[in-house]
């Protein structure tokens, strides 16, 4: 089968590959992919690149996971802060979390759709050298425990001054992990007695990070304890702003310890632009191709001539009852329907207005569709 495809096909692959567009939001249970060998010669081709291809089920379930939770911070921040600090609300930490390399440039490029808060550098890489986009992504100073604890216990207050002097200028952002002995002697005694001057005389925004501890409480407290020091300003829509620090938990961070952050801020009179989130495992690793239920499977096979249904249908698990036949995705504003191809329905559909949703981005070895990172961006958005 190789060989053949080597002398008859120049080792072209002679199959056509038509998918959605990167960046479309499409409910479950729609077909986002199909494949069609080109060459009946290379039937056994289709099935041979499933392996390949259902890996998509990686990136589109961590976009999508990345999607919901930016819906979720956008609704408390239109409620009580400013809209306009979404993109840098959650940030990728999961670079550590992952099982490759690889893994972590495929699901930080699929966060990076969504957000542009990351410290996984290959997917900036990945995102530049597949997407054409120079810089998907930024971070900023942050301190990491070894940067605290190198200076002993008895060093803390030192080390926290270590990072205002290395990085504190007007307009600056850094972030400084303050839990490494104790966090509430950390956040009432140090950021906000001994070192609290010298942060406000730097002219730049401390972001305090707790690591440890039940997330919502933790915040929460960390939230009023830096009020209780630098103050805080009620915004338009009633709800108070941290002057000089903001605070951004990166431990524990799933979409519902998320809510629960934000709904415990937002009960006590704090808008949700005092608190950012990292998110690693849960951001990167802890989904899996059941987490959306996809698959790829065979739905028609061409056998003298005429086209034939293929499908499975198991009486143990009917969920599990593939498609079947030729199919194609329509669109018709935000809607959408899955319909066989040249069918009563596809027919009907067309004339009512729908469009094929469907684009060839590959054919008989050729890349036909080849977006910029910022064109999917748009989409998602």
Same mark, same amino acid.
Not at 27 to 52: G, K, M, Y
Not at 74 to 101: C, E, M, N, W
């Given at each position: 089968?190789?060989?053949?495809? $080597?002398?008859?096909?120049?080792?072209?692959?002679?199959?056509?590959?038509?998918?959605?567009?990167?960046?479309?939001?499409?409910?479950?249970?729609?077909?986002?992919?199909?494949?069609?060998?080109? =060459?009946?010669?290379?039937?056994?081709? !289709?099935?041979?690149?499933?392996t390949?291809?259902?890996?998509? @089920?990686?990136?589109?379930? $961590?976009?999508?996971?990345?999607?919901?939770?930016?819906?979720?911070?956008?609704?408390?921040?239109?409620?009580?802060?400013?809209?306009?600090?979404?993109?840098?609300?959650?940030?990728?930490?999961?670079?550590?979390?992952? %099982?490759? &390399?690889?893994?972590?440039?495929?699901?930080?490029?699929?966060?990076l759709? +969504?957000?542009?808060?990351?410290? !996984?550098?290959?997917?900036?890489?990945?995102?530049?050298?597949?997407?054409?986009?120079?810089?998907?992504?930024?971070?900023?100073?942050?301190?990491?425990?070894?940067?605290?604890?190198?200076?002993?216990?008895?060093?803390?207050?030192?080390?926290?001054?270590?990072?205002?002097?290395?990085?504190?200028?007007?307009?600056?952002?850094?972030?400084?992990?303050?839990?490494?002995? =104790?966090?509430?002697?950390?956040v009432?005694?140090?950021?906000?007695?001994?070192?609290k001057q010298?942060?406000?005389?730097?002219?730049?925004?401390?972001?305090?990070?707790?690591?440890?501890?039940?997330?919502?409480?933790?915040?929460?407290?960390?939230?009023?304890?830096?009020?209780?020091?630098?103050?805080?300003? !009620? +915004?338009?829509?009633?709800?108070?702003?941290?002057?000089?620090?903001?605070?951004?938990?990166?431990?524990?961070?799933?979409?519902? %310890?998320?809510?629960?952050?934000?709904?415990?801020?937002?009960?006590?009179?704090?808008?949700?632009?005092n $608190?950012a989130?990292?998110q690693?495992?849960?951001?990167?690793?802890? $989904?899996?191709?059941?987490?959306? #239920?996809?698959?790829?499977?065979?739905?028609?096979?061409?056998?003298?001539?005429?086209?034939?249904?293929?499908?499975?249908d198991?009486?143990?698990?009917?969920?599990?009852?593939?498609?079947?036949?030729?199919?194609?995705?329509?669109?018709?504003?935000?809607?959408?329907?899955?319909?066989?191809?040249?069918?009563?329905?596809?027919?009907?559909?067309?004339?009512?207005? @729908?469009?094929?949703?469907?684009?060839?981005?590959?054919?008989?070895?050729?890349? &036909?569709?080849?977006?910029?990172?910022?064109?999917?961006?748009? #989409?998602?958005?």
């Amino acid at each position: 089968g190789w060989m053949h495809i $080597v002398t008859a096909h120049a080792g072209r692959l002679p199959v056509r590959i038509r998918a959605v567009a990167e960046g479309t939001l499409v409910p479950v249970h729609n077909v986002l992919v199909t494949i069609e060998n080109t =060459d009946p010669a290379c039937a056994w081709l !289709t099935s041979f690149l499933e392996t390949a291809l259902l890996r998509a @089920w990686y990136p589109t379930t $961590v976009a999508t996971n990345s999607w919901a939770t930016k819906q979720l911070i956008a609704r408390y921040l239109d409620q009580t802060g400013d809209i306009a600090g979404l993109p840098f609300k959650l940030h990728d930490f999961g670079a550590r979390g992952v %099982s490759s &390399l690889e893994s972590a440039m495929l699901g930080g490029m699929a966060h990076l759709v +969504n957000f542009q808060g990351t410290d !996984t550098m290959s997917a900036l890489l990945g995102a530049r050298v597949y997407y054409d986009e120079p810089m998907a992504g930024f971070s900023i100073p942050a301190a990491e425990h070894s940067t605290i604890t190198a200076w002993g216990r008895d060093g803390e207050a030192d080390a926290y001054r270590n990072m205002l002097r290395q990085f504190a200028k007007p307009g600056a952002l850094l972030a400084v992990v303050s839990d490494s002995y =104790d966090l509430d002697h950390a956040v009432k005694a140090l950021w906000g007695g001994e070192l609290k001057q010298a942060v406000i005389d730097s002219g730049a925004t401390v972001v305090i990070r707790p690591d440890s501890g039940e997330p919502t409480s933790v915040v929460l407290q960390t939230v009023q304890s830096l009020d209780a020091a630098y103050g805080s300003d !009620t +915004n338009a829509k009633g709800y108070r702003v941290l002057r000089h620090v903001r605070v951004i938990q990166g431990d524990g961070i799933t979409r519902a %310890s998320i809510e629960s952050i934000l709904a415990a801020l937002e009960a006590h009179g704090y808008s949700a632009d005092n $608190v950012a989130f990292g998110q690693g495992g849960a951001l990167l690793q802890q $989904v899996n191709r059941d987490t959306q #239920r996809f698959a790829m499977k065979a739905s028609a096979v061409q056998v003298h001539g005429r086209w034939r249904d293929v499908f499975k249908d198991p009486a143990t698990d009917p969920e599990k009852r593939s498609k079947a036949g030729r199919l194609t995705l329509l669109r018709k504003g935000d809607a959408f329907a899955t319909v066989r191809i040249e069918s009563p329905a596809h027919a009907e559909h067309l004339e009512s207005g @729908w469009s094929e949703a469907l684009r060839t981005v590959f054919e008989d070895g050729r890349l &036909l569709i080849d977006d910029t990172f910022a064109t999917v961006r748009e #989409r998602a958005a």
